[in-house]
């Protein structure tokens, strides 16, 4: 009886452990799908010609959800195993309301999402995330000066934003809202990028990489 016990207790465990296993794989080929269908999303919408701006940000605060789902960060970043994930905005904010809306509720492995206005360079390292709207690209030598002893996902829309230093870079291909990531700046912050958060990115260097490097 005990034998039969343990062997029950035993198989129960295997079929947990199994289940653990299935569902993470979802999850992450969820995510792989869901951020496909921004891409496909965003070419009836955001980058519509009579898309509003508010559709256009709703649709970036999601892709920034989805690129948190596809970065891992040093675990020294965090204080603890449930110190939170902090999405900031430094400066001026176009979201508005969309990028708080999408992030609540949301967790990545057991942390909650944090979204964040910050005004203060001091304060970005205090971000793992830090999206900085085109307004704010002026200060982006100070940006990069702050977040450099840091491991901070750094996001941007204007032109050539990666190319100067940034992680991610939005920018419109074939009226499509897309990104592109700058592997040195990703290797500089000591990330972990998803391949398929790469397969589906325009890969860049810094502008004073040496070609063919």
Not at 16 to 35: D, G, K, Y
Not at 115 to 144: D, S, Y
Request: net charge positive; charged share 25%.
């Amino acid at each position: 009886m005990h034998h039969t016990n343990r062997l029950r207790a035993s198989l129960r465990q295997r079929i947990r452990r199994t289940r653990s296993r299935q569902a993470a794989s979802c999850r992450v080929q969820f995510c792989a799908v869901t951020l496909a269908a921004l891409l496909a999303l965003t070419g009836a919408t955001a980058m519509g010609t009579q898309a509003s701006s508010s559709v256009e940000y709703q649709v970036k605060a999601a892709f920034l959800l989805n690129f948190a789902k596809f970065i891992e960060w040093p675990s020294t970043v965090f204080q603890s195993e449930k110190t939170p994930i902090a999405v900031c905005v430094f400066g001026y904010d176009p979201f508005g309301s969309a990028l708080d809306e999408i992030i609540r509720r949301q967790n990545i492995n057991s942390r909650e999402l944090l979204a964040r206005r910050i005004n203060e360079l001091t304060e970005l390292k205090t971000c793992q995330l830090v999206f900085v709207g085109e307004r704010e690209e002026k200060h982006l030598p100070e940006i990069l000066n702050s977040v450099k002893e840091t491991s901070a996902l750094l996001v941007g829309e204007g032109e050539d934003f990666a190319e100067r230093g940034g992680c991610v870079q939005f920018f419109i291909e074939n009226k499509r809202m897309r990104f592109a990531v700058n592997v040195d700046a990703v290797q500089r912050a000591r990330l972990t990028v998803s391949s398929k958060l790469l397969a589906l990115a325009r890969i860049v260097h810094d502008k004073d990489h040496p070609k063919g490097a």
